[in-house]
């Protein structure tokens, strides 16, 4: 491990949360590799911060996630729960058995053909293309390279995602994977519905010793742990598992960051009145619960609102997606996730998780939004002033929060994040004693250009930006989302498209403390007011108290009236 890295340690608790985190993942895999193969130098994003080194039985040396992962019985498809990177140590006890062995292995699924080319443990097949044995981007230990060349992967077919393992091409550790097996993925029976299940899970001695005993693997190997970020199913009962997890790193990591982001898939069936009643009451008692032990906490989701009247999936210029897809959404969600967590993955100068979470949640605003710029449009010929200018004064970024439409609403601190710009366009490219057609042609770097941009968006407001000229990657197993008019650098093409598949793009994200808020989680409390708990008392079997309910209706009230607009703006 580098001196100084500041290491984050992720949990992943949910089906969702599984589709997000294996497009996240396979972003940062496919970074690595490009960037081993082309034998850059150290860049912007500090990949240690996420990632560990670790050694097979084999000798040979791993690089894998730095993570912990909980999801039901029945959803890793071929997966193994170990992993496919480390033999099996009990395997390997029974083969120095010297007597007669006789070994049962029942393969339960098929690997999904667009795995079929991922190796074990003895190489790597990078996003790219090329087996390799992977050498560690800190320039410790590095390992020689093999040169096997594989034609590049296509791009899974959405008829064969069927779960989130079967497009991830990462490999995990084998201390990564928890299953909770008395609760089933798929079918009508044994499913964890219900946020009190899902505290219930993590009160079992057999799951909270296994959660302890991984948390405790991974933090006593860290040398500077900043914190932790939990990608969260909010809609249904991971809610309870999340809450249960960040009050145990708040109880045992006290002073570490905890930044939980809250994942809610897409437009949901009207002619499901359990689940959607479950959703609404999951997902106010994980916000409210979650925020009380959590730093920082973001809902995350395409929907247009978060309660129980549906609001169309939001939109995006540039981008065609199917928002009935988890395979579609949570790339797009991760796409944003991958862009707003820079401050505290940075190699130079990185913001802390804490004191990203302290900037942001100032008064008692420990829930933010979030949103994103995906693709940013860049057009050739054109400068960062150019395209700012062009914006004008609309909202930059489409809302990712669920929380409506963000127009005429306060932002009262924000964390911006501008990423994938070459330097050579970061300022006015107008010849001298050409009248300038703004301020922002004036600004000398690109840094001044977007923190003025800010500026004029939101006067009065305290903002924290960064600019990056790393993009962010997005070959497959990253779906074609693309509109046809960008080049293979997202870059807005004139006339015919060129036909090169996307591979990389700008995005322009944020996380913002917001006015709208208010209006988002005052409108999940009414609607939890209407709510006739004697139709659902299967939810309050599950382990929710009549007083929890009331108790909860006062906290999100509370919650809500923090982010109240003071200057007459709509709230």
């Not at 959607?276 to 994980?286: C, E, K, M, Q």
Request: hydrophobic share 35%; glycine share 10%; charged share 20%.
């Amino acid at each position: 491990m580098a001196g100084g890295v500041r290491e984050v340690l992720t949990l992943q608790l949910g089906h969702f949360a599984g589709f997000v985190g294996a497009h996240w993942w396979n972003q940062q895999d496919a970074a690595l590799g490009r960037a081993i193969d082309a034998k850059e130098p150290p860049g912007e994003l500090c990949p240690d911060v996420l990632y560990r080194t670790g050694r097979t039985l084999y000798g040979q040396e791993t690089y894998t996630p730095r993570l912990i992962l909980m999801d039901l019985k029945g959803s890793l498809s071929s997966l193994k729960e170990e992993g496919g990177l480390y033999r099996d140590k009990q395997l390997d006890a029974a083969i120095a058995w010297q007597g007669k062995l006789t070994t049962h292995k029942e393969e339960l699924y098929p690997k999904n053909p667009y795995l079929q080319d991922l190796p074990s443990a003895e190489g790597v097949l990078s996003s790219d293309g090329v087996w390799r044995v992977k050498s560690i981007p800190n320039g410790k230990g590095s390992l020689p390279h093999t040169t096997a060349t594989t034609s590049k992967p296509p791009i899974p077919t959405e008829g064969s995602i069927r779960v989130w393992s079967d497009f991830l091409r990462v490999h995990l550790h084998p201390r990564s994977i928890c299953m909770i097996q008395k609760y089933n993925h798929d079918g009508d029976a044994g499913r964890l519905e219900a946020f009190g299940q899902g505290e219930s899970v993590l009160r079992e001695p057999r799951y909270l010793e296994e959660l302890e005993d991984r948390l405790h693997f991974y933090v006593e190997e860290c040398d500077f742990l900043q914190g932790f970020q939990i990608l969260c199913d909010l809609h249904d009962g991971f809610s309870g598992v999340g809450t249960k997890a960040a009050e145990l790193l708040q109880d045992e990591y006290s002073g570490r960051g905890i930044i939980t982001w809250g994942l809610l898939p897409g437009p949901y069936n009207l002619g499901e009145p359990q689940k959607n009643i479950y959703r609404l009451l999951n997902t106010a008692f994980g916000l409210v619960h979650l925020t009380a032990y959590s730093s920082l906490v973001c809902p995350l989701s395409l929907s247009g609102s978060l309660g129980l009247r549906p609001e169309p999936p939001v939109k995006f210029p540039y981008l065609h997606y199917d928002a009935t897809l988890p395979y579609h959404c949570s790339a797009i969600l991760a796409t944003a996730l991958e862009t707003v967590t820079v401050p505290y993955r940075l190699r130079s100068s990185p913001v802390s998780m804490v004191h990203l979470a302290d900037m942001l949640s100032f008064s008692g605003k420990k829930v933010v939004t979030a949103g994103a710029t995906i693709p940013f449009p860049l057009v050739p010929g054109q400068s960062l002033p150019d395209t700012l200018v062009q914006l004008g004064g609309a909202t930059s970024w489409t809302p990712l929060s669920a929380c409506g439409d963000p127009s005429g609403t306060r932002c009262f601190a924000q964390s911006v994040v501008l990423r994938g710009i070459d330097r050579a366009y970061h300022t006015s490219q107008l010849s001298p004693g050409t009248p300038l057609p703004s301020p922002l042609h004036a600004c000398t770097t690109g840094e001044e250009v977007l923190a003025q941009y800010l500026q004029q968006q939101q006067p009065r407001v305290m903002s924290s930006s960064h600019l990056l000229l790393t993009p962010c990657t997005v070959v497959p197993p990253y779906p074609h989302l693309f509109s046809s008019t960008f080049s293979q650098h997202c870059v807005v093409l004139d006339g015919s498209p060129k036909g090169s598949a996307v591979e990389s793009i700008p995005v322009f994200g944020a996380l913002c403390s917001s006015s709208s808020l208010h209006r988002s989680l005052g409108g999940l409390a009414k609607e939890l007011t209407k709510l006739d708990l004697r139709r659902w008392a299967s939810f309050l079997d599950a382990g929710v108290e009549q007083d929890d309910v009331e108790e909860l209706l006062q906290e999100l009230r509370s919650l809500a009236q923090c982010y109240q607009d003071g200057d007459g703006l709509t709230d």
